[in-house]
């Protein structure tokens, strides 16, 4: 009888140690890695560029949720937030801060901490803010992903000019608090000014104020605009095309999303694929490389997208050598 009890005993502890070892296994499972995403703008105005990076992830075999985490940091158009958006992802020990939505975030990030890496998406060259010294091979924890929007103003201004010749007085579209803007008034003035153009410029770091400037605009008789490339304006391109629409003046964009949503034409890099791009580099870095692995990615493809739907409302007839020219034409 004894005997029968001893091996029952031993028997029911068996059990209850088999039944604990799927919790001891998935105990013993490391931690997913965490990404750190930090913008100033909505997760509202950036879906279509987020899911890109997720798209990039996915590219080298990191889903959200499944094998990585994403801690999520939107500024919510308050810039001023970033730096603590960005101390408190350094708190939070993420393996990569993803600074995003322009070279604000990326300038907060970089203050923040020395050592975890950076990966950031910039409208405008990073040397010219300090991102990166070398950027064919970064120094320190930074790389990213970089285009030219900043740096198109006069070639936007001057394919405006080509659709809409009559138009004299021509309006610029700027978030003067963007790093990206300060080079852009006065070069769109000489574009301008070599076109006998009259340039107007106006300023808008609100959805109040983007509504202000195309009163005023519209006031000054302006025939024409160009909306700069800007983190800010191409988050708030459904509200700029339709005050556009509204006002029937032609409009050129730096990036193909307010074309999409029926902005006249843009000329610029594909922005969705820059952040796919810094997908496939975060993913990189948590798989072990370094940013100095990694150069700096700077977007040498650009791509004219007319939507000749828009043109028509608009009472404009887009050339036939201008349509041959274009990547891509919407009707």
Do not use: C
Request: charged residues 20%.
């Amino acid at each position: 009888m004894a005997s029968y009890i001893g091996r029952r005993k031993f028997l029911a502890t068996l059990g209850g140690a088999a039944a604990a070892w799927p919790l001891a296994a998935r105990a013993q499972q490391p931690a997913m890695p965490v990404i750190g995403w930090l913008n100033p703008l909505s997760p509202r105005d950036h879906r279509l560029w987020l899911e890109a990076f997720r798209q990039g992830l996915g590219d080298v075999g990191y889903v959200e949720g499944r094998n990585v985490v994403i801690e999520y940091r939107w500024a919510e158009y308050q810039a001023e937030r970033l730096a603590t958006m960005a101390a408190d992802l350094v708190n939070r020990r993420v393996e990569v801060i993803v600074a995003t939505g322009g070279n604000l975030s990326a300038l907060a990030a970089k203050a923040a901490t020395t050592t975890i890496p950076i990966v950031f998406t910039s409208g405008i060259d990073p040397e010219k803010t300090d991102l990166v010294t070398n950027p064919s091979r970064p120094e320190g924890n930074l790389t990213g992903i970089s285009w030219f929007s900043a740096q198109l103003t006069s070639k936007g201004l001057g394919l405006l000019h080509e659709l809409v010749p009559s138009a004299d007085r021509i309006a610029l579209l700027v978030n003067p608090s963007s790093p990206e803007a300060a080079s852009q008034p006065a070069e769109a003035r000489a574009a301008a000014h070599a076109l006998g153009k009259t340039l107007l410029v106006f300023n808008a770091t609100t959805v109040g104020e983007l509504d202000a400037s195309f009163a005023n605009l519209i006031a000054q008789q302006a025939g024409a605009l160009v909306v700069t490339g800007d983190a800010f304006l191409s988050a708030r391109r459904h509200q700029i095309v339709a005050l556009a629409a509204r006002h029937a003046i032609p409009a050129i964009y730096f990036n193909r999303e307010p074309v999409d949503a029926g902005g006249l034409m843009s000329y610029g890099n594909n922005i969705a694929d820059a952040y796919r791009k810094a997908g496939v580099y975060t993913a990189r870095i948590l798989k072990g490389a370094k940013p100095a692995d990694l150069p700096v990615d700077r977007a040498s493809k650009f791509e004219l997208i007319i939507n000749l739907n828009t043109a028509k409302s608009l009472g404009l007839l887009v050339p036939n050598s201008m349509q041959l020219l274009a990547d891509e034409v919407i009707e």
